[in-house]
C-alpha cells in the first residue's frame, strides 16, 4: 500500500540546519511529485517546497535557504532547511499528489505522512 514516512525532524538552534527525508513505499517517484507542508497549531497547513520529474517550487519564505532533491533509487525525497529560524518550528509533512507539476494545494494531494517535529529555538 502507498506509504510516505517523515524522518529528520528535531530540535535545532537558529541558523542551524537539518535534513528531512520522506521515503516512499508502495509507487514510485517518476509519475508524482512530492510536496513538503508544515503546520503550527492553530493554523492552516502551508506549501513549503515541492518536487518533480521536471520541475521544484519554493515557497517565498523558504527560498535561498531549503533545498529540495530526490533519490530514485531510494524513493526517497529530501529536504535540505539551512539558516533556520524560530518561526520555522512547524510539524513537517510530506504528501504525494499525480502528475508531472508541483502545487501548494493541500487538496491535490492524495497521501500524507504522519508529520515529523522541527523545533528551532535557543
Known amino acids: 500500500q502507498v506509504q510516505l514516512v517523515e524522518s529528520g525532524g528535531g530540535l535545532v538552534q537558529p541558523g542551524g540546519s537539518l535534513r528531512l527525508s520522506c521515503a516512499a513505499s508502495?509507487?514510485?517517484?517518476?509519475?508524482?511529485?512530492i510536496g513538503w507542508f508544515r503546520q503550527v497549531p492553530g493554523k492552516e497547513r502551508e506549501g513549503v517546497s515541492c518536487i518533480s520529474s521536471i520541475t521544484t517550487y519554493y515557497a517565498d519564505f523558504v527560498k535561498g535557504r531549503f533545498t529540495i532533491s530526490r533519490d530514485n533509487a531510494k524513493n526517497t525525497v529530501y529536504l535540505q532547511m539551512n539558516s533556520l529560524k524560530p518561526e520555522d518550528t512547524a510539524v513537517y509533512y510530506c504528501?504525494?499528489?499525480?502528475?508531472?507539476?508541483?502545487?501548494?494545494?493541500?487538496?491535490?494531494?492524495?497521501?500524507w505522512g504522519q508529520g515529523t517535529q522541527v523545533t528551532v529555538s535557543s
Open positions: 508502495g509507487f514510485t517517484l517518476d509519475y508524482y511529485n
Open positions: 504528501a504525494r499528489r499525480a502528475g508531472y507539476y508541483c502545487s501548494s494545494a493541500t487538496y491535490e494531494y492524495d497521501y
